[in-house]
C-alpha cells in the first residue's frame, strides 16, 4: 500500500459526458502528478501539481484539467470523453517538487468510455 | 526535446536466464529513477542513480548509470517469476523534469 488513494476504482461512462478522478496524496506529500495509461502503452505524464499550484503539464488535453485543493487532495477533470480517452489513470504524489524524490502511485482509477 | 528511448520494448525469458534492458536518453540526465509495475499493478518505484557511473544493486538486481550521464541499464540475474512485469525508466534534465521511458514488459516462462 503506497499511502495514496484514489477513487472510484472503475468508471464506466458514454462518449461527451464528463467525470472526475480523485485522488488523495501521501500524508506529508505536497506534490500530485496525473498519468495516463492506455493499453500496452507507456505513462503519460498529464500534469503536476505542487502545494495547490500547477507546476508542470505534460501532454494534457484541453479538455482535461486539474486542481489541487488546500488539503492537498487533487481531482482530474475529463469532459467531452471520447473512445480514445478510455484508459488507466494513475495519480502519483512526492514530497517534494523536483525530480529527485521518488513518486508514490496510487493504485489507478481505469476509465472505460462507450 | 529530451527524448527517453527504453529498450527492448518486450522480453520473454526462461527462468533462471539474466535479463536486461536499457534506457537511453538524447540529452545528459540529472538522475534517472527506475519503477516496476506488476500486471494489473500499479508503478513502485526501485531505485534512484544520480552519480556518473554508479552501481546500485538491490538482491538479484543491478542498476547502472552511464559515465555521461545519457545513459542507464537495469540487470536481473536469475530471473524469477516474481520478476514478471514492466519496468520503466524515468529521466530528469536540467528543467527536473521526468521524462519517461514506454518501459520493458518482461515475461518470465517457469
Known amino acids: 500500500d503506497s499511502g495514496v488513494t484514489q477513487t472510484p476504482k472503475h468508471l464506466i461512462t458514454a462518449t461527451g459526458q464528463r467525470v472526475t478522478l480523485r485522488c488523495s496524496p501521501r500524508s506529508g506529500d505536497l506534490s500530485v502528478y496525473w498519468y495516463q495509461q492506455s493499453l500496452d502503452q507507456g505513462l503519460q505524464f498529464l500534469i503536476h501539481y505542487y502545494n495547490g499550484e500547477e507546476r508542470a503539464k505534460g501532454n494534457i488535453l484541453e479538455r482535461f484539467s486539474a486542481q489541487q485543493f488546500p488539503d492537498l487532495h487533487s481531482e482530474l477533470n475529463l469532459s467531452s470523453l471520447e473512445l480514445g480517452d478510455s484508459a488507466l489513470y494513475f495519480c502519483?504524489?512526492?514530497?517534494?517538487?523536483?525530480?529527485?524524490?521518488?513518486?508514490?502511485f496510487g493504485p489507478g482509477t481505469r476509465l472505460t468510455v462507450t | 526535446g529530451q527524448q527517453v528511448m527504453q529498450i527492448p520494448q518486450y522480453q520473454h525469458v526462461q527462468e533462471g536466464e539474466d535479463f536486461t534492458t536499457y534506457c537511453n536518453s538524447s540529452?545528459?540526465?540529472?538522475?534517472i529513477q527506475w519503477y516496476k509495475q506488476r500486471p494489473g499493478g500499479h508503478p513502485v518505484f526501485l531505485i534512484q542513480l544520480v552519480k556518473s557511473g554508479e552501481v546500485k544493486k538491490q538482491k538479484r538486481l543491478t542498476f547502472q548509470f552511464g559515465e555521461a550521464k545519457k545513459n542507464s541499464s537495469l540487470h536481473i540475474t536469475a530471473t524469477q517469476t516474481t520478476d514478471v512485469g514492466t519496468y520503466f525508466c524515468?529521466?530528469?534534465?536540467?528543467?527536473?523534469?521526468?521524462?519517461w521511458g514506454l518501459g520493458t514488459s518482461l515475461a518470465v516462462n517457469p
Open positions: 502519483a504524489s512526492s514530497v517534494g517538487t523536483s525530480s529527485t524524490y521518488e513518486q508514490y
Open positions: 524515468a529521466g530528469a534534465g536540467n528543467n527536473r523534469k521526468l521524462i
Open positions: 540529452t545528459t540526465l540529472s538522475n
